[in-house]
């Protein structure tokens, strides 16, 4: 399943998007310690797997969380730890 957190606003869409299904079979779940802004964690799915989510207290701030990871065009310290490329941004 594709799961979204995020918000839009004015200056636009601010989405991190996760395929749940590849996180299930991801035992390290190394983006969880890569993230310096602890935005993962995980919870079991409808079919007891462990998936990981955006916590619910950083949904409404990721361009702000995000800004230092995205700086200078160098890839996300998530996305360069995940074996499954199961994370996308909006922006
Ligand atoms: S590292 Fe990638 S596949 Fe593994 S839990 Fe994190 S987002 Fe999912
Ligand atoms: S881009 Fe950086 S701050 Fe944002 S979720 Fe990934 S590791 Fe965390």
């Known amino acids: 399943m594709l799961a979204h957190y995020g918000y ?3 200056s636009g869409h601010y989405y991190i ?15 969880i310690s890569a993230c310096p ?6 919870e079991l799915d409808d079919f007891d797997d462990e998936v ?3 916590r619910e207290a950083a949904r ?3 361009q702000a969380s995000c800004a230092s990871c995205k700086a200078n065009g160098e890839m996300e310290l998530c996305r360069s730890v995940c074996p499954a ?7």
């Open 52 to 54: 990981v989510l955006i």
């Open 17 to 31: 998007r996760l395929d749940t299904a590849k996180c299930a079979e991801c035992p390290e779940k190394g983006c």
């Open 60 to 62: 409404n701030t990721l």
């Open 85 to 91: 490329d199961a994370i996308g941004f909006s922006w």
């Open 37 to 42: 802004e602890q935005l993962f964690a995980t």
């Open 8 to 10: 839009e606003d004015g």
